[in-house]
């Protein structure tokens, strides 16, 4: 089969596959990388492996300074008319942004723009329209046609390797424009420095070192095509050079084989091809030749990366199997894909990695991940990935954070790192609890007391965001730090996970200190007006107070009062207590979901997106906070409320998704909840039971034992949970053990039309919590 | 004894050797490091060691845009009244300028200023005032009193780190800034970015990029106080950042221990000390961590290292020990200690270096150097290396050459090269006669057909200087290429050391092509006027034509046609009898020398100074001009020609350099000239007899053996070469070849108050000309 026949044939099946029956279809089928690339989802629609290093994708715009910076997070919105180039580096669903590094674009035809144009004005530069009835993506693959100038463009990816695949119209010249202006939430100024260079043997590389969200993020590249390359151009845009320097062979001409500036953009020249051009592109933190090796670790052409990386997607996505209507199918497939993305692979192929000290280090035994969005991740990110990736990659994370620490100049574990640099982007010190989670659900294979003295650091720093304060006074106080009350509540929960972990070690003394410290929430509530509320030095709460405000740099993270005042997930019965009991919290509950926001605008603030009153589901604060009823003995109110989270919160469509994916919190939370639980206190070894949202659902544990889900009568009319059996065996908690899921086996949830009172609610049925713990957990 | 005691005596020692008897004085004692850092000489009094990777030194100013930035091109400028630190990277003598990284001050008390301040406002900055009465300059050694802050500062070096010893006032707080913004040739943005961390056992660690002479040059240093830091400030100083990014842990308290930008400044505080405050530095182009390594791959404190440097000074000096009279002796002496400056050390101690292409390689089985200064130096001072270092050192030397072709973008020997960049200053490809030389001279232990490969590939890169215009018209065209006259005659010399050494190679083709090549000196020489002009494509004569012109750009390099004229060294007879014969050429060069200059004004071209008519010592083009006047069979003109100019060009004072001394090229001339031979020709294995200006010298030469030279009867007024006797034999030539020094033994000059116009004047008895070679060379 000729390559195009076999292009064309691919895209075809693609989408074939999409509009077969429900049940041919597996996790990977139904799988669609469009959902949240709309709205403000922050996904991308391109080809990435799991976990991948690079992730190959279009960007329909780039740059603070033209267009909509926030929106334009992942690189591509679905609304955008045009296509300017395919960039190798995103985050999925991040809120703030950078990477976009390295974006190629392929032109057609013998004028070359070497600017990007303006989408208003077609053909006014490389930017070309698109449509998306010619546009495929599937986990690892993504195709397009460039109207403008005739070239359907494919992408591929492996582990280490992006493959771009360019087919020209006949007769008319290729090229490839490489703009290493190009980046994404591109402030001006944030080009630190560039290079680009050919290499005898045809293979381009080159570096850039940018100041966005990490500062002096270096990076390198390596691109090969393969075919000769019959001409290029390397040219400076830069103007203004106060001191230009001396110049080398080829100053004034083109062609010059290397070129370093802050401005630099190149054209590649292949002149008339008889089939497409293909085009490896590979990236290093630690120098270009590690950027080829990365490039050559990875054999084949296009469609044999493209092979591979099916069947590791297979792979990785069948770990859950579901039965479900399509639209709930496609959603919670998408949602696992979205999971599997980050924390991205970041060592090269020979384990160095440039670290969070800017310095080359290597990884012995393991491969280094970065992209930690730990403030979102902590939450249901990581304990999905405990459930449906194998230990050595839950190892990878773990000893990627400790190895972070070691390399820290802080000595802290990562709070939000990217490509080994940490951007102190959020609050916390949330490495912890992804850590003593997983060491808790039995994980080994790292230094556990190393472990256990990195995430004691990161709880003691003082100058890390009240640290100092806090361990003194108990809580930190908002005269000297912002967004006081989030941070006394998040760290006395991290400070739990901690206690948690030094217990099950033995280590009696941290144990003791941490738990005492995990009761510094207390510090903070407002027993009187039943909410979180900022304290100052001298122990009076800051006025005046209003628990709907939300500003950044105010007494809360990214929301408000409502919102925060239910982060207790280690003690939810002391705080329920405080509330007045389980009657009065259930109806502040309520309060939250039914409050009457019509007033209110917080269109000021950016991650605040999928209101239901004062619940925000487009931010991780309320995540957990459905699942709350459970603690309050009324399991069934957190049925009804997942039943209206999921149905306005997800569609199986590109503005599909409610708020930032958070590189996969917002999905995990989805595939959680689908699967009928949730890791509402990780560290507690216990998953709340919600209601699955899926017929059936397989899940292929990493220690090769199965877990099927049966929903029995799940319909829209039986949205409710009767009774719950395990193995066959009643099972009359509100919550399931780590153990239980681990073992395998059947969890059969029995559904029907109405709230089931008797289920779940006596209080020895209740989810953990700190103060009522029985002494076995 | 104490140290305070021991630093007293020391000084006085330093002072009292320079007074002491002339007979007693090695040339350890003789050299005097302040030569040349008055007047253009640019070189620096600071502490290194032979050929050290660091050389501390004060900076008396830094910075373009403040001052005169080429007159500070070593940062020190003897007439200046402030000091305002001590950096650890200097040129010795550079025209152009840069390095001048990590600069300390110590300030004393309890206010301190983190700005320079202006030198003509005492006390309004860190910097201080400082009298020569109380400053010291030894190899290896420099001391110096801070008049303002009451400090003695003392600074020593070894190979791969520098130490800075500070004697605060006691009862005063001790600090030191370190300003990260301060650099030499310092145009605006040319701080790329930077960084300062403190560690956890008190180094202090950081990095900067700059974009100067060398753009995107990366530099790691590491800095180790003897003594514990009490306290730190790390401080941003840029505004209007466009984007600052989210802030870590300590954000706006001085004390974070890690900082990043572009306008760093550190205060380092260590309160009141009993005794001296050590620092320890050492940089590295790969990272911190091997800064660390270097500065701990050389033990003890600062008289240890001290030590060790000295006896590793009087090691190298006294390859060449002489009896002269106290002023020639001190020129000399310093001289050969201006040539074993450069090329420096900068591999790290574990052998990894970041090349000419941005990547870190490993030197394996040789260290790397670079600062390769090419087109001075290969004219006098790597022959000069070749006569007194060891092999290693110029196998060394070698090896980096190559080195930096294999990892050269344009695969081009260096050009010159520092730091491991190249910056593509100045012409030709001058590492060809540097390698050609020292093959022909029997240097080996590389791969000399690769060498040879490296050679024609620099000599036949076509998008070099006009390269593909010079292989295709025999000429650089004017009208394609600036300073095409000065490249033709240049390449034209390059290009005969190629076919040297592929002969002695036995590579014949390549012999004949470059033998070939060696003649394209005639394609631009008029023969009608008898100057060397530039020609344009269409083969005629650029005009208008003025032979006194100097402008860059133009059609000679730093210079003009009366100095680039005489540029044939490898065949002198042909260009003597293009001008008309030996008569005419010494006439026409007694024209030059005595040309009525008092009309012109060259004071635009900075690099023009130490003029003799239109023979212009200060600039390498003359360098060799003196000693034609041998070529034409008038031996005694060029010693007249030599006494005009070492009596009206070199001085034993501060402003004793009459141009910059170009990493020793003018210092080798000196060294040369005052045993009484030069290297006219390097790659004909001869060298020229002038006369001596030593009453005796010992040459003490790599292989063991030892010269004894001496000048019988010299004096002012026995100024001329009577008779010349090599092991008691009569020698009538005049030059030595190379093999007659390295057998060492005894070369008689017996001098003469008249010219002696039988001496060295017979046709067989003058030097190497290509086209009437002896077969035997």
Redesign the interface.
């Known amino acids: 089969m000729s390559p195009r026949a076999h292009r064309l044939l691919s895209a075809l099946l693609a989408t074939a596959v999409i509009a077969a029956p429900v049940a041919a279809q597996t996790t990977y089928d139904s799988a669609d990388p469009f959902i949240g690339t709309g709205g403000e989802g922050h996904t991308f629609p391109g080809a990435v492996a799991p976990f991948g290093m690079v992730q190959v994708s279009p960007d329909t715009d780039t740059g603070c300074e033209i267009r909509d910076c926030y929106g334009h997070a992942a690189g591509y919105r679905h609304g955008d008319p045009t296509i300017q180039g395919f960039s190798q580096t995103h985050f999925s669903g991040a809120g ?1 942004s950078d990477l976009g590094d390295f974006l190629l674009m392929p032109v057609a035809g013998d004028a070359v723009p070497l600017e990007p144009g303006d989408p208003a004005k077609p053909r006014s530069g490389y930017r070309s329209r698109f449509s998306h009835d010619q546009e495929v993506a599937r986990p690892g693959y993504y195709a397009v046609s460039l109207i403008d100038h005739g070239v359907r463009a494919e992408l591929t990816a492996g582990p280490r390797v992006g493959v771009h695949r360019y087919a020209f119209p006949a007769g008319k010249a290729a090229h490839v424009v490489l703009d290493l202006r190009s980046s994404l939430y591109n ?4 080009i ?2 560039s ?1 680009v ?1 050919l ?2 043997d045809g293979t381009i590389t080159g ?1 850039r ?1 940018t ?6 993020r270096k990076l390198f590249f390596a691109i090969r095509p393969n075919v000769p390359l019959q001409g290029h151009a390397f040219l400076d845009r830069e103007e203004n ?3 230009r ?6 100053r004034g ?1 083109e ?4 070129l ?2 802050r401005a630099l953009v190149a054209r590649l020249d292949f002149g008339k091809l008889a089939s497409p051009l293909e085009v490896k592109v590979a990236i290093s933190s630690v ?3 590690a950027a080829i090796a990365n490039l050559e670790s990875e054999a084949g052409d296009f469609d044999a990366i493209r092979a591979r990386t099916r069947a590791a997607w297979e792979q990785a996505l069948g770990a859950v199997e579901i039965d479900a209507p399509a639209p709930m199918k496609r959603m919670v497939a998408t949602a696992l894909y979205h999971a599997l993305l980050a924390p991205s692979i970041f060592s090269d192929a020979d384990g160095r990695y440039r670290g969070p ?4 280090h290597r990884a012995e035994g393991f491969t280094f991940h970065s992209t930690f969005s730990l403030w979102d991740t902590f939450r249901a990110e990581h304990p999905l990935l405990l459930l449906v990736q194998p230990e050595s990659r839950n190892l990878d994370f773990v000893k990627s954070l400790l190895a972070s620490q070691q390399a820290s ?4 574990l990562p709070v ?1 790192q990217f490509h080994g640099r ?4 959020m609050i916390g010190y949330h490495a912890v609890p992804v850590i003593a989670d997983a060491y808790l659900k039995g994980l080994r294979g790292f230094d556990a007391d190393a472990a256990l003295d990195a995430m004691v650091r990161s709880a003691s ?1 003082g ?3 009240g640290l100092d304060d806090y361990m003194k006074l108990g809580f930190v106080p908002i005269d000297r730090e912002p967004e006081a009350a989030s941070k006394t509540v998040e760290y006395a929960y991290d400070d739990w996970t901690i206690a948690r972990m030094a217990g099950a070690m033995g280590r009696a003394g941290i144990a003791r200190r941490f738990e005492r410290r995990a009761g510094n929430w207390r510090n903070s509530f407002d027993a009187q007006s039943g909410f979180l509320r900022a304290r100052k030095v001298d122990g009076s709460f800051r006025t005046p107070f209003d628990p709907t405000a939300i500003n950044y740099g105010s007494d809360y993270t990214e929301g408000n009062a409502w919102q925060y005042s239910w982060f207790v997930p280690q003690d939810q019965a002391a705080m329920f207590a405080l509330l007045g009991g389980d009657a009065a919290a259930a109806a502040k509950l309520d309060r939250m979901f039914e409050f009457d926001n019509s007033k209110l605008d917080y269109s000021h603030a950016e991650d605040i997106a999928g209101l239901i009153g004062q619940y925000i589901h487009g931010n991780e604060p309320s995540h957990h906070v459905a699942y709350l009823y459970a603690y309050a003995g009324q399991p069934w109110r957190t049925q009804e409320r997942l039943k209206q989270i999921v149905e306005s919160q997800y569609k199986p469509t590109p503005d599909g998704l409610s708020g930032n994916d958070d590189l996969g919190q917002m999905s995990a939370w989805l595939v959680f909840t689908a699967l009928g639980f949730y890791p509402v206190a990780p560290g507690s070894n216990e998953y709340v039971i919600g209601r699955p949202f899926v017929d059936r659902a397989t899940l292929a544990l990493p220690n090769g034992k199965r877990l099927l889900i049966v929903a029995d009568g799940l319909s829209d009319a039986n949205r409710y949970v009767g009774r719950v059996a395990l193995n066959g065996k009643p099972l009359d908690r509100a919550y399931l053990r780590h153990d239980e899921i681990m073992a395998g086996g059947e969890l059969r949830f029995t559904m029907q039309p109405g709230p089931e009172r008797t289920w779940g609610t006596a209080p020895a049925a209740r989810p953990y919590s700190m103060s009522t713990a029985r002494p076995e957990r």
């Open positions: 703030h402030y001006p100024g944030k630190l420095w290079s260079r290499r005898a570096s070192e100041r966005g969200w990490a500062p002096a050079i106060p001191y320097g001396f110049q080398g062979p080829g001409r062609d010059v084989v290397q370093q500036g120098d270009e030749d000290d800017d310095q080359v100049p802080f000595g802290l939000w940490e951007t102190w982007t720093y100058p890390y965001g």
